[in-house]
């Protein structure tokens, strides 16, 4: 119930609403209106974007949705430090790269939880509505692709036999096809330090430097550790969720035409930076 006291100023017009909340002077002003906690984040129309295909209306639906959106967000997100930490990288601001690329981490950490929620969904529930999708499919996510060109992984294949792109996807894949990815800025930080990494071999001798000497190289080798770091927090995300598609939808296809589990599985041993990983034989 609300109380004298919380409602004392109460005004209409736009006016502030005080208050007393223990002893402490509350105001909810909106000061004239000009920006609210809803107008700011656009929730309007953010949460006019779940629409569902399903008729009569699956339950479950909003679930998938939900979930499949807000890891179209956080992609956006990742993208944003991903490239920023690649820039830091250039820039020589090593201990920036690196704090860039630590969120990075708590972001993907978050991406393999989300899991935990799809996964409350039966196979029989996904059922009700899976037919709908098609041929939509998760290997359509142009920001996904993204992060994996931006990483290393590039495939300049996905962007010709991908049909359903827009002029603006195409665009974006390009660009990201043809700029520096995290390692060509790695390589970058490597030379800065001094270390020729022309070929395999001076690669080799240049990390195996740095490993064996964190005390001249210390900010190198921590980016070299978040570089890898990221390589395989990508690697559980993509094992989590092929085991998920296992249990949801066993061996059937995939909804967009690709072979479903039998794809991903293909993918899981993909490695962002096979160089780091090589270097742990000879440490």
Same mark, same amino acid.
């Given at each position: 119930?609300?109380?004298?006291?919380?409602?004392?100023?109460?005004?209409?017009?736009?006016?502030?609403?005080?208050?007393?909340?223990?002893?402490?002077?509350?105001?909810?002003?909106?000061?004239?209106?000009?920006?609210?906690? $809803?107008?700011? !984040? =656009?929730?309007?129309?953010?949460?006019?974007?779940?629409?569902?295909?399903?008729?009569?209306?699956?339950?479950?639906?909003?679930?998938?949705?939900?979930?499949?959106?807000?890891?179209?967000?956080?992609?956006?997100?990742?993208?944003?430090? !991903? *490239?920023?930490?690649?820039? /830091?990288?250039?820039? $020589?601001?090593?201990?920036?790269?690196?704090?860039?690329?630590?969120?990075? %981490?708590?972001?993907?950490?978050?991406?393999?939880?989300?899991?935990?929620?799809?996964?409350?969904?039966?196979?029989?529930?996904?059922?009700?509505?899976?037919?709908?999708?098609?041929?939509?499919?998760?290997?359509?996510?142009?920001?996904?692709?993204?992060?994996?060109?931006?990483?290393?992984?590039?495939?300049?294949?996905?962007?010709?036999?991908?049909?359903?792109?827009?002029?603006?996807?195409?665009?974006?894949?390009?660009?990201?096809?043809?700029?520096?990815?995290?390692?060509?800025?790695?390589?970058?930080?490597?030379?800065?330090?001094?270390?020729?990494? $022309?070929?395999?071999?001076?690669?080799?001798?240049?990390?195996?430097?740095?490993?064996?000497?964190?005390?001249?190289? /210390?900010?190198?080798?921590?980016?070299?550790?978040?570089?890898?770091? %990221?390589?395989?927090?990508?690697?559980?995300?993509?094992? =989590?969720?092929?085991?998920?598609?296992?249990?949801?939808?066993? *061996?059937?296809?995939?909804? $967009?035409?690709?072979?479903?589990?039998?794809?991903?599985?293909?993918?899981?041993?993909?490695?962002?930076?096979?160089?780091?990983?090589?270097?742990?034989?000879?440490?």
């Amino acid at each position: 119930m609300t109380s004298a006291s919380e409602t004392e100023g109460a005004g209409t017009g736009g006016e502030a609403v005080t208050g007393r909340w223990d002893g402490v002077d509350v105001n909810f002003g909106e000061e004239g209106g000009r920006l609210t906690y $809803g107008s700011y !984040l =656009r929730l309007g129309l953010l949460l006019d974007q779940q629409r569902l295909e399903s008729d009569p209306p699956a339950h479950d639906e909003l679930l998938f949705i939900t979930i499949h959106q807000v890891y179209e967000l956080w992609f956006k997100q990742v993208l944003h430090e !991903l *490239t920023a930490s690649r820039d /830091a990288m250039l820039a $020589g601001e090593l201990w920036l790269a690196q704090h860039l690329l630590r969120r990075v %981490h708590t972001i993907e950490r978050t991406l393999t939880q989300q899991v935990d929620i799809l996964e409350t969904m039966t196979p029989q529930d996904f059922g009700e509505f899976r037919h709908r999708l098609s041929p939509a499919s998760g290997f359509q996510s142009v920001q996904f692709r993204e992060i994996e060109f931006l990483s290393g992984a590039k495939d300049p294949s996905f962007v010709k036999r991908f049909r359903g792109l827009s002029e603006d996807e195409k665009v974006r894949l390009q660009r990201r096809l043809e700029e520096p990815t995290l390692w060509e800025a790695f390589l970058v930080v490597l030379k800065n330090a001094g270390f020729s990494v $022309g070929s395999d071999e001076d690669l080799r001798k240049a990390l195996q430097t740095v490993a064996n000497d964190r005390a001249q190289y /210390a900010a190198t080798w921590e980016l070299a550790e978040a570089l890898l770091q %990221h390589d395989e927090l990508a690697a559980a995300w993509r094992a =989590r969720h092929v085991v998920m598609v296992e249990r949801m939808i066993g *061996t059937k296809p995939g909804t $967009g035409g690709s072979s479903g589990a039998g794809y991903l599985r293909s993918r899981l041993d993909l490695r962002y930076y096979p160089d780091l990983w090589h270097l742990r034989t000879s440490l």
